[in-house]
C-alpha cells in the first residue's frame, strides 16, 4: 500500500473528517522520483473542535506515527473544523524546495 494511501486510511479512521486532501509532494525535494516523503495534508474534522493549532498538529503527527518512523519525512498540515472549512478558506500552495 501506498504512503499515500497509509494517510489517507490513518486520518479518515482516526479523525473522521468532512474533509480530507492528502497530496504527494515530495517531486518539490531533493528525493529520487516517485518518493513518498513529502506530504500536504488538508483536514476537516470536528475532533479539532476547541483545539489550538499546536493540538490539531499533534493529534495528526500522531496519528501518523507509524507513518513517520517508516521514513515520512516531512509533512504541510491545513487543520480546520468543519465550521471553519465552511468558510471557504484558503489553503496557500507550498513553496517549492527544489533549486
Do not use: Y
Not at 504512503?3 to 474533509?19: G, N, S, W, Y
Not at 517508516?70 to 517549492?96: C, I, R, Y
Amino acid at each position: 500500500m501506498s504512503v499515500k494511501q497509509q494517510i489517507i486510511d490513518t486520518l479518515t479512521q482516526v479523525l473522521t473528517p468532512v474533509h480530507l486532501e492528502v497530496i504527494n509532494e515530495s517531486d518539490n525535494h531533493h528525493v529520487p522520483p516517485n518518493s513518498e516523503t513529502h506530504f500536504k495534508v488538508i483536514v476537516a474534522s470536528a475532533v479539532f473542535e476547541g483545539q489550538r493549532l499546536i493540538g490539531r498538529h499533534r493529534a495528526v503527527n500522531e496519528a501518523l506515527k507509524a507513518q513517520f518512523d517508516a521514513g515520512l519525512h516531512a509533512l504541510s498540515m491545513h487543520t480546520f473544523t468543519p465550521e471553519e472549512w465552511d468558510q471557504e478558506v484558503q489553503v496557500p500552495n507550498s513553496p517549492k524546495c527544489k533549486g
